[in-house]
């Protein structure tokens, strides 16, 4: 399979201008959302997948933006023939409110003073960032996605999707997360963010037209960033390597490459990201706690969505035993979900890094298609009392080969092809009794695809009309459908 | 058996006054050092164990100074029938070279130049602590170190001093440590470092006589203090345990309990340590490696000491496998030692917190006691051609019970004992071949205790003469002598 990318992209940003009140009771006067696309929504909007990005990602998911050499950040499992598919599947990212690239955040301006909001800002929850997504979808004119998906932080927003709106998401991809924040993780943020306000050009806040807070930011992303590594990646990575020497300094130089390393993931950080952001962005991350009452069951009782939960072996900060609980929970509540952790070393990187092993994971997660997933919903049908010319001037005017036929109260009696029609014609029939089909083969919304595609082919049929439990039609496959997208299915 | 304390104590100080050339080439013209004991030196000053502290401790190990509620840092395995038991060892503990408790660091005087050394204290290394170890233990007229025991920056120490003075140590205790410091560990001590750095009233390490870089240092060891516990931990002792509230007050002002318990311990921290020496120390901590070309092999091959490593279960940042290197290397060059791994949730703290299970692996280690460790070494001995008379005159004048008598070249041929002087009274006996005994049972040097012990109980004798390979006698053990210690003894 050729895995190419998107090529070039574009932010595009929408504001919803009227005032959106946060779960805290604070109110923001108007919302900016960055995002981008890429693929085609298809006619029935039904194969979206929203991407949510981790504390410091950005709508920029995949694809170059003009004049860049380096791509989107999960370039490794977007794009043609990779995991999401942008062949097959509509891919939107947008940034977090809160953050710093494009949606509104603690550097926009309050459109009610004019002025930069700094801290002024409420403060906000992973629940918002979602409430805002929604919108986004609402606007893009999407009912329901057929998957969100997202690491770290991203994996929270995905998990919160099929809390907040269930009937809105058939599938969940939560990657190296967690569903409530420990005090291991605050603490970590509250060092962080204890950095930033302890560096006096923070000025509260107030630091957009002065002296940046870049050492607070850098100090807050180092610490950062050793939590994103592993033990042994450092091992492989840096060892006891020195910088350019072959002696210790003895005096307080860098002296070790992975000093180096931080010092200059820190410097990085500072040139793309906002102080204000990363207080408001870790404080949600620190709110996050999906449990009702101490239960995660309790949590997720209604969720529609499948799920698959993936863990990294060597990721300490958000330990797998986190993403077993997560597990554990929806099986208990009898819930379709996977679990798999990827064995790396790379730490809670590892979601970012470990190309093969997240797009076969993901992959044929996302191809775990059902009928309900595939099947074409606004199907024309007949009733018994039609003549042969009625259901074949439909056939014409629907542009379809097969017409269901249903009884008065909806459910199907028969079924009638352009082939039977074709042969009333060659043997002179008159009534659609001779020759339609009363032993219609059909398939159910719920099974796999790969069963019905199964079906089809064994009894060298071209379309399943799909029936409820009550044997009405609510939809119906065809092969011609099907065809492109079999090679995924297992 | 009942666990005491030694009760008040006091800190000693001893200036050396001569220059001290460090691992550097640096040189310091003179060296204090801080110092307490515990226990008393027996007549052969063999009983003395050396206690290394870790990064932020002090000589300060046990009992309690004048006035104080809170007792030294490792009271819980240090005093009366505890595993440093100071009813048989005389315990020494200093404070580290670059410290900031009594011993010369960067905030005592250069006496040269009649001001705070600051960042002129020159960059020190374990090695270099361990010299000042060594320079106050011969002060102490101390030649052999029954043991040097420590965990953490401590256990660095203690493995030093087997490499560096190897026939001053004959016991080491290395707990929750490494043979050298990994990137993640130093990748940590960075972070910390640049906090005390960015804060601008470090001013360059000269802030002896104005304010202090308060919030850099409890910074630092806020980050310090979370690698020091376990996630396990955390969770049972935080959870997401909100501070004094049911609800989250959605601003920047602390919500979790774990927050105040970091904050709080920061800055209780800035009040009992100087920036400059958390510089120092952990500069010393990143530069450890024992390794000879990248090997541990080569680096303790001409270690002597018994060695015992433990590692703690949940210690992710000096986790077991560091320790099991060290194990490992050890074992293959067929030295003494021995493994453990504590179950405990406390993380790298637990060394100073798992009372019981230290207490148990460090007593049993102590206890295993070879002859050597036990016997008199200043044996008198008789020639054969004495008289009787002779002999029980040195017997009075040496307050002894059993004389050895040994040939013109020091072999061991027989024994005389107070009682058989008796016999030959009673029994009016001439010559000394008439009441010595040919058939001596002995002991040997490297042999346990135990035996020993059991070889006089089954015999009914009191005193074995210590003999070498050459059957010549090398001290004495007596029944009297080792009476108290038995009991230890496996």
Same mark, same amino acid.
């Given at each position: +399979? ?23 009771? #604070?109110?923001? @006067?108007?919302?900016?959302?960055? %995002? ?12 979206? !997948?929203? !991407? ?10 995949? *694809? ?6 380096? @791509? ?56 918002? +960032? ?7 979808? =609402?606007?893009? *004119? ?23 709106? @269930? ?40 630091? %957009? ?5 870049? /050492? ?58 906002? #102080? ?18 101490? /239960? ?8 529609? #969505? ?11 900060? %958000? ?36 190309? *093969? ?11 775990? $298609?059902?009928?309900? =997933?595939? +099947? ?18 439909? +056939? !014409? ?47 159910? @919304? ?35 459908? $099907? ?8």
């Amino acid at each position: +399979m050729i895995r190419g990318s998107v090529g070039t992209v574009h932010t595009q940003v929408h504001t919803f201008s009227s005032p959106l009140m946060l779960e805290s009771g #604070a109110v923001l @006067p108007s919302v900016t959302v960055a %995002y981008e696309t890429y693929g085609s929504l298809n006619p029935e909007r039904s194969n979206a !997948i929203l !991407i949510c990005h981790a504390l410091t990602g950005d709508a920029h998911a995949a *694809g170059y933006h003009e004049g860049d050499e380096k @791509p989107g950040w999960w370039e490794m499992v977007i794009g043609p023939g990779k995991a999401f598919d942008t062949d097959r599947f509509c891919i939107i990212c947008s940034n977090v409110l809160g953050g710093c690239k494009g949606t509104t955040g603690p550097s926009s301006v309050n459109p009610e003073t004019g002025k930069v909001y700094g801290v002024s800002f409420p403060v906000i929850t992973i629940a918002d +960032m979602v409430m805002v997504q929604k919108k986004l979808i =609402d606007h893009l *004119g999407i009912t329901n996605l057929f998957a969100v998906a997202g690491g770290s932080m991203g994996g929270m927003q995905a998990l919160q999707w099929s809390v907040s709106y @269930p009937d809105m998401v058939s599938r969940v991809v939560v990657i190296a997360s967690t569903a409530y924040s420990t005090p291991q993780q605050i603490a970590f943020n509250e060092v962080g963010r204890c950095a930033i306000r302890s560096d006096p050009s923070w000025n509260n806040g107030q630091y %957009y037209d002065q002296e940046y807070p870049a /050492s607070g930011l850098a100090l807050a992303r180092m610490i950062g960033h050793i939590t994103y590594l592993s033990d042994e990646s450092m091992h492989q990575k840096f060892g006891r390597d020195l910088l350019g020497k072959s002696v210790y300094s003895y005096d307080f130089t860098t002296d070790f490459q992975v000093e180096s390393y931080l010092h200059h993931q820190g410097d990085r950080f500072v040139e793309r990201f906002d #102080a204000n952001s990363y207080l408001y962005l870790t404080k949600a991350v620190d709110y996050f706690d999906l449990t009702v009452n101490g /239960s995660l069951i309790d949590a997720f009782k209604d969720m529609k #969505a499948k799920c698959m939960v993936i863990a990294v072996s060597s990721d300490w900060l %958000y330990p797998s035993y986190l993403s077993r609980e997560i597990v554990s929970a929806l099986a208990q509540l009898d819930k379709t979900v996977e679990y798999c952790e990827i064995r790396s070393n790379y730490g809670h990187d590892a979601f970012l890094l470990e190309s *093969g092993q997240m797009n076969y994971l993901l992959g044929r997660f996302l191809s775990h $298609l059902t009928v309900s =997933d595939l +099947m074409i919903r606004s199907v024309p049908t007949v009733r018994e009392t039609v003549t042969i010319k009625g259901a074949a001037a439909l +056939m !014409i005017a629907e542009a379809v080969n097969h017409l269901p036929i249903v009884s008065s109260d909806g459910r199907l009696v028969g079924i009638v092809t352009s082939w039977d029609i074709s042969r009333s014609v060659a043997q002179d029939v008159k009534t659609l009794e001779d020759i339609m089909t009363r032993t219609v083969l059909t398939a159910t @919304p719920g099974e796999h695809i790969s069963k019905a595609v199964n079906r089809m082919q064994k009894n060298r049929i071209s379309a399943l009309p799909v029936v409820d439990e009550e044997n009405r039609v609510v939809g119906i496959i065809t092969a011609e459908r $099907l065809s492109r997208l079999v090679v995924r299915c297992e």
